[in-house]
């Protein structure tokens, strides 16, 4: 089993703008559900999210 490593959410938090703002995030859809690209995207907004945070 692989421990967690927050290594990459603490480098988004600090290095992307907005970045802290992440951490609120709620797992709700709204963001994916109201994204006009996300049918393009390879991954929603929710998925990107929850990747950062995993």
């Given at each position: 089993?692989?421990?967690y490593d927050?290594?990459?959410a603490r480098?988004?938090?600090e290095?992307?703008?907005y970045g802290e703002e992440?951490?609120?995030c709620m797992?709700?859809?709204?963001c994916a559900a109201s994204c006009p690209l996300s049918m393009q995207m390879d991954?929603?907004?929710r998925k990107i999210f929850l990747l950062i945070r995993a």
């Open positions: 089993m692989t421990s927050p290594s990459f480098e988004v938090f290095n992307v703008d992440i951490k609120m797992q709700c859809g709204v991954y929603s907004p």
